[in-house]
């Protein structure tokens, strides 16, 4: 079984910093695999933010998200980031944390990712 655990979620105030953490674990997890951040507002859809390939290579952003934020990962960890800065309001949300194993699926879609974490909340306030 694979557990992916995130962490580093608060409460900060517009333009504010925060770092989330999601650390993967589990006898089955494949270190080859995607990582995913998507999030959910209240009464909202959960939506992509950001993902990267297990090498660290590419990286993916939404545009809502360009330029502010940071996605990267730590290999020897089992351990992925997300560097959140100029926070916004509506950058509230629950954020998940996700993996997609080979054969790879739809980057951009939570369809394509087979393992999830439970979710940190992230609230901005204004």
């Known amino acids: 079984q694979v557990q992916l655990v995130e962490s580093g979620g608060g409460l900060v105030q517009a333009g504010g910093s925060l770092r989330l953490s999601c650390a993967a674990s589990g006898r089955t997890f494949n270190k080859l695999s995607t990582m995913g951040w998507f999030r959910q507002a209240p009464g909202k859809d959960r939506e992509f933010v950001a993902a990267i390939t297990w090498r660290g290579d590419s990286t993916y952003y939404a545009d809502s998200v360009k330029g502010r934020f940071t996605i990267s990962r730590d290999n020897a960890k089992n351990t992925v980031y997300l560097q959140m800065n100029s926070l916004k309001p509506e950058d509230t949300a629950v954020y998940f944390c996700?993996?997609?194993?080979?054969?790879?699926?739809?980057?951009?879609?939570?369809?394509?990712?087979?393992?999830w974490g439970q979710g940190t909340q992230v609230t901005v306030s204004s």
């Open positions: 996700a993996a997609d194993r080979p054969p790879y699926s739809d980057t951009y879609s939570q369809a394509g990712y087979d393992y």
